[in-house]
């Protein structure tokens, strides 16, 4: 019997990097402006986060297991900050939105998500029910035990919480500037198909935190089945961000 933590890593994630990384190359190929640059990195970021997601898993060090678990939801989260600068971009110019702003923004949200890296013991990984380096040590090799993380109440509602705040803002910005395009337009259409795409792609990020705090084996393939839904979330995101040629 395969393991969800098997079908997760290597099926589901090797598809959803992919995908991700197909999208940030095309957004690039179009063109190389700052707007295209943004949008690829909507993409990107989560890309090497699914990446180190799969590194991790495969190189299956303990240490590594820890630090890897932690990049990956890291940088699953950074991503969704470029959806804001996208907007600005879109809805002022390049020039009333500086680079330094977008920069600085982008760099503050890095740092209060690095927050997670110091929080102490915030994961650790159990092992057909031993935690720690000991079920590590003692866990089945012949079944290909991964292991499973587990995220204390500290590291959970952190990482929830800020990461809620930017997705919650994030929607309240972009049902904004719909309601300034209106409903029929054609950006107004576009919006609605990022908000969607934001709204599934949360969901899995949501599911992460929470599963990985209950700990349970009916939440972890509750989690799995909802990583299904990062497919339809990219394609609308890109289909939602993506500039018409003109």
Known sequence: MVSTVILQVYLIYGLIFIMFSYFAIKAL???????????S??????????????????????????????????????????????????????????LWKQITMFVIYAALLSVLFFIPNGVEFEYDGVPGIEGYKNRDLIDLDLGVPVWTTTFFLYGL??????????????????????????????????????????????????????????????????????????ILLYLGLRQEKE
């Open 161 to 234: 919480i800020l990461s809620q705040a930017v997705i919650i803002w994030l929607i309240f910005i972009i049902v904004k500037q719909y309601k300034e395009f209106g409903k029929d337009s054609i950006y107004g259409r576009k919006y609605i198909q990022t908000v969607i795409g934001m709204i599934l792609m949360d969901i899995v990020i949501v599911g992460s935190f929470v599963f990985n705090w209950l700990n349970t084996p009916i939440g972890r393939t509750i989690n799995l089945v909802a990583g299904i839904f990062i497919f339809p979330a990219a």
């Open 29 to 39: 190929i179009r063109n190389r402006s700052r707007i295209s640059i943004t949008l």
């Open 41 to 98: 990195l909507v993409f990107i970021i989560p890309a090497l986060g699914i990446l180190t997601n799969i590194l991790y898993r495969t190189i299956d060090t303990y240490e590594f297991n820890i630090i890897g678990n932690k990049i990956t939801i890291v940088l699953s989260c950074l991503g969704l900050i470029n959806i804001y600068f996208f907007v600005e971009l879109v809805s002022k110019s390049q020039v009333s939105f500086k």
